[in-house]
């Protein structure tokens, strides 16, 4: 047999092994679309700062839009609750109405029926010392010492605020509240800030507790306090609250309790948690139009990032045209020319992803050490949505590359 | 041995465009390409030559006329149909050796093993042999940019050869190369062609590579006008026509 028979019928002896040959075991059609991606080096460099751009632009959205949510629904998320009976259309938490009355004694006696706490959330003017006054919102529970709410306290005691006319005040709203040392603008310390009286609706009330982190989407300032005091402040009646929890006993079944209390306490709305979560989304992102400008900057994120990738992969597809042919002649499914295209796609998504999330996640960081105002949120679950949204942006963006391989014509390879 | 035709193109036409601007490229070609040979196929610019080797090699499909590829007929197939022939059974030898530039002399051969379904195990040693048997065991690292054009149509072949496919057709094979390169080209695919398994056909305007040739298809406007064949065992060119080279 001659040599180049031999070369070609040849079996796989290891012979070779001294000579250098790669043991590697990357597939060729991984080799090429990597090779091909980095052989022009500032070509992919373009590409990489496009999809960082889009991911940082994307990811800082979508942080933003995770935040918001969690601080429209940080309330109740912490309130431990089955069902919530609020008043009919009430649109929100943080826009709160006074119930009919007399809710707390129908709901005890429904079978299933667990746990009813009470919820009295009203707006307050607070009067601040040094002049002035601004709206705060009042929050009165039933559950304390033992419930979750309030939470992060920093300085005093849920215990603290249970005694007449004690609050429990957040630290990041000090200066909303004119927490100020006397003769000073500095701001007191939280530690400072017990015992420090202030005027709620006309009445004397005392900082018993700080909590800090807590904060509303409407910047109006949490006051937590017991149900007693709340409704004193409020000038609520004893039988009368805004926001009803319900927590039914283990194995009952939650729709056939909702049902009976929406035929035993007609007027009202019954809503089970993800109702009510949900529903307090829908008024802050939606109806006011705050979730619009971030899923407008999120969608231009994702544009920015397509039409650069897409730009550059379909430049690099057709500087390689003639290897594309070439494979093409050589008897290269249309599958396995794609799938080279698809791979540089995917790999340039995973760098400008990896890249992009550690711009992100700096910014979300800074964000949350510098405490501004502005809500942001990275969580894993998030992340990986975004890889599959900065994936799946690559991927679309390859079509018209691959469109223009589909196209090749072979026959090229004779006329060069 | 066996001498069942590798290849068999009969009554092939190819009528490029339509209309005014209608063309028959190719009028009724028969050929057969047979192992253990190396078929030279020569004629003027514009005779067809290329038409007919993309046709043979199933990357153009003839207006009328039917095809043999190994067996395995042409007909009715449509681009993956077609593909599957050329990556099962067709080698390329191109005249602007076609190597793709970002991968080095082994990954060129390994990327066409790979597309042939060899092992990724296998790959890396059986591209090496290609290479060392075209002698360039000590160059499998080297980039295309590295190489003479001598360098790279050698690793074009060994390309070709990866595999083992049963017809090799080489388009102007040392038309871009030196005299030496040249003859050291053809007389590795006068080697290739030396296997009984396989059938070699060079298309050239090139007569330095005549003493390479076992037979000699010469093609004008569209029609084989002239065939001829090397008497083998008297080691001597003695048919007509042939001329033009001389016996190596």
Known sequence: MSMPAAAAQGQATGASEAHGVPKRRLPMVHKLAYKNLFHDKLSLLVTLIGIVFSVVLVAVQLSMYEGTERLVTSVIERAPADLWVVPLETKSFDDPFPLIGREKQALQSIPGVSKVNEMVVSFATWKRKSGGNTTVSIVGLDDLPHGRLPWDIEVGSAQDILRPSSIAIDAVYFKELGLKASNSDELLKPSEAINYKAEINGFQVTVTAVTHGIRSFTTVPYIFTSIANARALTDTAPEQANFIRVQVAEGSDLAAIKKQIEFRLPDRNVLTHEEFRTRNIDRWMFETGAGVGIIAGTLLGIIVGIVIVAQTLYSSTKDHLNEFATLRALGASAGYINKVILIQAVLSAVIGYVVGMALAILIVWIVKVTETELPMAMTPTLAGYLFALTVGMCVLASVGAIFKVIRIDPAAVFSR | ?248
């Open chain 2, 1 to 248: 041995m066996s001498t069942a035709p590798l290849l068999e193109a009969n009554g092939i036409i190819k009528v490029l465009g339509s209309g005014a601007a209608e063309v028959r490229a190719l009028k009724g070609i028969n050929l057969d390409l047979v192992p253990g040979e190396l078929t030279l196929m020569m004629g003027p610019s514009g005779s067809g030559k290329t038409t007919l080797l993309s046709i043979l090699g199933c990357i153009l499909s003839p207006t009328e006329g039917h095809l043999k590829i190994a067996g395995h007929s042409t007909e009715g197939l449509g681009p993956e149909g077609l593909a599957d022939i050329r990556r099962q059974h067709i080698g390329f030898v191109f005249q602007a050796y076609n190597l793709v530039p970002t991968l080095t002399a082994i990954e060129n051969v390994m990327l066409a093993l790979d597309l042939r379904g060899a092992s990724l195990g296998e790959q890396p040693d059986l591209a090496y042999k290609a290479l060392k048997a075209v002698g360039l065991g000590h160059r499998i690292h080297a980039a295309p940019s590295k190489m003479s054009g001598g360098e790279k149509q050698r690793v074009a072949i060994a390309r070709a050869l990866a595999g083992s496919p049963s017809v090799i057709l080489a388009d102007e094979p040392t038309a871009a190369l030196d005299s030496e390169n040249g003859k050291q080209v053809m007389a590795l695919l006068s080697e290739v062609a030396k296997d009984n398994s396989r059938a070699v056909l060079v298309v050239t305007h090139d007569h330095r590579t005549l003493s390479y040739a076992d037979r000699l298809v010469r093609i004008e406007d569209g029609k084989i006008v002239g065939r001829s064949r090397r008497r083998l065992k008297s080691g001597h060119t003695a048919d007509e026509g042939f001329g033009g080279g001389s016996s190596h």
